[in-house]
T-cell receptor
């Protein structure tokens, strides 16, 4: 079945550690996205990539890094520079942009910093 | 400053009745609006969208209404079913931003038997 796979679903991290969240899609979509969701807030865009080897900062990119070496993969690294990393992270993809096509989401990764 | 607001964190509706979820926006550059539905432990899934050139879009039991002058849109679900219990997100996009959506905080809809 086509879809988006995020791993791990749950992750605990000590302060000062970097952690990488995996996102893989087999939908043959060109664009991929990382969002962060906090309680009582809408989804906020961290980074997005329109095409392989290219990515753009979203609204809250500070403390995060990404890479897009393959069309199928868009990993997100939460660095120690991220002041408040505890959150629910969602990866998504789309064939084109978000306006004409729909976003397809993974099931999310919940990161807790201890 | 929230550009997309869903002022009702939760809404409870009797099964079979109409559910109305509301969304307000402040940015007049938004011209495309989408509703997503999210079940617990799952990612959001696309439900319905509307362009600013329309004031209504219908898909089965789901209808979205857009009032541009009031910068307000609403999602109507008729009749409401137990499987409609979920969190509903409103999202908006501007013409010059093909890869960015601005999201509301969501409304949790509970359908009572």
């Amino acid at each position: 079945d086509g879809g988006i796979t995020q791993s791990p679903k749950y992750l605990f991290r000590k302060e000062g550690q970097n952690v990488t969240l995996s996102c893989e899609q087999n939908l043959n979509h060109d664009a991929m996205y990382w969002y962060r969701q906090d309680p009582g807030q809408g989804l906020r865009l961290i980074y997005y990539s329109q095409i392989v080897n290219d990515f753009q900062k979203g609204d809250i990119a500070e403390g995060y890094s990404v890479s897009r070496e393959k069309k199928e993969s868009f990993p997100l690294t939460v660095t120690s520079a991220q002041k408040n990393p505890t959150a629910f992270y969602l990866c998504a993809s789309s064939k084109t942009g978000v306006r004409t096509g729909e976003l397809f989401f993974g099931e999310g990764s919940r990161l807790t910093v201890l | 400053d929230q550009q997309v607001k869903q002022n009702s964190p939760s809404l409870s509706v009797q099964e079979g009745r109409i559910s109305i979820l509301n969304c307000d926006y402040t940015n007049s550059m938004f011209d495309y609006f989408l509703w997503y539905k999210k079940y617990p432990a799952e990612g959001p899934t696309f439900l319905i969208s509307i362009s600013s050139i329309k004031d209504k879009n219908e898909d089965g039991r789901f209808t979205v209404f857009l009032n541009k002058s009031a910068k307000h849109l609403s999602l109507h679900i008729v009749p409401s079913q137990p499987g409609d219990s979920a969190v509903y997100f409103c999202a908006a996009s501007a013409l010059d931003s093909n890869y960015q959506l601005i999201w509301g905080a969501g409304t949790k809809l509970i359908i009572k038997p």
